[in-house]
Each structure stands twice: as C-alpha cells, then as structure tokens.
C-alpha cells in the first residue's frame, strides 16, 4: 500500500471514529474529514518555496508539499509559496503557468480507488486566463468542473466530481497560460459550507 492509500484509509477510519464519538456525545460534526494533505498551503515541498517546473509533460514538484505541476502542454509552471491576501496568518500558492491544462494537481489515492461521490471546494484569485478545477479518477480529471474566468477577486469554485472514484484533484490553466492564486482547498465526501483557512 503506498503513502496516499495508506493515508487515505487512515483518515476515513479516524474520520468514522470521530463522527461515532461526537453523535454518541450528541454533537453533530460539523466537517467530514479533508481527503487533501497540505489543503491550505502551509508545508513548502521539497525544493522551497519557490519551485520553476520547466518539464514539458509529466508531473513536477511545486512550492506546496504534497502538491503536483502537471505537465500536460508545453511550457513552464512556477509556483510559490506566499502570506494570504484572504485569511490572516494563512498561506497561499501562486501559480503561473503558459500551458494549457497546466497547473497544481494532487492524487490522494491509488487509482480506481476512493469514494464514488465527493464534493470539492477551492478559493482562487484569478490575474488571467482561465482556471478549472476538476475532481475524480486520475487522468479523467479534467479540470473543467467548473470553470473561472472572473479576475481580481477572490472566488469560491464548488463541484462535485464528474469521474468515479475520487482520487484526484486539478486546478489548471484551460485555453492557454495563467496566472492566478490558491489559498486554500477541500475534498470531502459530504457537501458543506465552504470557508477559507
């Protein structure tokens, strides 16, 4: 079993735990369990917080431990680690990219694998171009659940999957290059209010 499926079980397990304990207390949770590590940013990866991913397909490494830069049209993608804009003391990603489809990714479980219904929720603050996000199984996550072309504000963008299982979730560049934010992002398997952290 790798690290995601692995992580995966071990959340679901602690997430029944959890609900078990607190409707036994008479307390209604009021989130599930994220599926996403590192969801609001705040772990740099491996090679700091500033990462240039110039590899013209495949995945790369990004500022954001646990996060991917897909390559999948020519072209570079920088990412960097900064203080949220939205949430004080939060952290976001900015991600540039003059790809198309080309942007932050991350699989959360082995493929074919993970629930058959989930909901995602992600704050992006669009410079240009276009971005989507898209969640569900590997290589057919898409990207275009839902798509933003509104720039200089911060945005909620909600979906829930179009490919079963869930196991993996995009923010692309679609049409062309971008430029945009990401400060924080959710995968779940029960819809619910979506709050910046």
């Known amino acids: 079993m790798n690290r995601y ?13 959890l609900s078990t304990v607190l409707w036994v207390a008479g307390i209604a949770p009021a989130y599930a369990v994220n599926l996403l590590n590192n969801s609001a940013f705040d772990v740099a990866g ?29 072209g570079a993608t920088i990412t960097e680690l900064l203080s949220s804009t939205l949430v004080d003391g939060g952290a976001m990603i900015h991600v540039i990219t003059d790809g198309d489809r080309n942007g932050l990714a991350q699989v959360f479980g082995d493929f074919d694998t993970g629930p058959a219904t989930a909901y995602a929720c992600v704050w992006v603050y669009l410079v ?7 969640i569900g199984n590997g290589g057919d996550t898409n990207g275009d659940d839902m798509v933003l072309n509104k720039t200089g504000s911060w945005e909620v963008l909600q979906v829930s999957n179009g490919h079963s299982p869930v196991n993996n979730i995009v923010i692309l560049s679609l049409g ?19 709050q910046p952290k």
């Open 46 to 74: 491996p090679e700091g917080l500033f990462v240039i991913k110039p590899v013209p397909d495949g995945n790369g490494v990004t500022a954001a431990q646990d996060w991917s830069a897909p390559g999948n049209t020519p």
């Open 128 to 134: 240009s171009g276009s971005v989507g996000i898209g």
């Open 5 to 17: 499926s692995k992580t995966y079980v071990e959340r679901t397990i602690n997430a029944v735990i």
């Open 176 to 194: 062309g290059g971008a430029e945009y934010y990401v400060e924080s992002a959710r995968v779940d398997v029960n819809r619910h209010r979506c």
